[in-house]
């Protein structure tokens, strides 16, 4: 009943820039946090950022100072500005939303499907 879904990834060339989107959509009561996720080829998953509804922000260390995420609560999306791009930013970048759904009870957390972003160097 809940869907998530990425856009905005691609190949960049290092030190450019890409813009991430990922908006909710379906069966939704309140949207506590969002956030973006990655994960490269023989690692684990990890935290990029995260963002509350009262825009609260949480950011990885590697991406400290280059990356922004910001909110547009009306329209249940999250956005992730990923400025001077490097190679190992590569992995595919997951949306994640922790929510409240109108049919299932508590709060869940949903993933997106992924989107892939490769830098070259």
């Known amino acids: 009943q809940v869907q998530l879904v990425e856009s905005g990834g691609g190949l960049v060339q290092a030190g450019g820039s890409l813009r991430l989107s990922c908006a909710a959509s379906?069966?939704?009561?309140?949207?506590?946090?969002m956030g973006w996720y990655r994960q490269a080829p023989g690692k684990q998953r990890e935290l990029v950022a995260t963002?509350?509804?009262?825009?609260?922000?949480n950011y990885a260390d590697s991406v400290k100072g280059r990356f922004t995420i910001a909110r547009d609560n009306a329209k249940n999306t999250v956005y992730l500005q990923m400025n001077s791009l490097k190679p190992e930013d590569t992995a595919v970048y997951y949306c994640?939303?922790?929510?409240?759904?109108?049919?299932?009870?508590?709060?869940?957390?949903?993933w997106g499907q992924g989107t892939q972003v490769t830098v070259s160097s």
């Open positions: 994640a939303a922790l929510l409240q759904s109108t049919v299932i009870p508590g709060v869940r957390n949903y």
């Open positions: 379906g069966s939704i009561f309140s949207i506590n946090a």
């Open positions: 963002i509350t509804s009262g825009t609260s922000t």
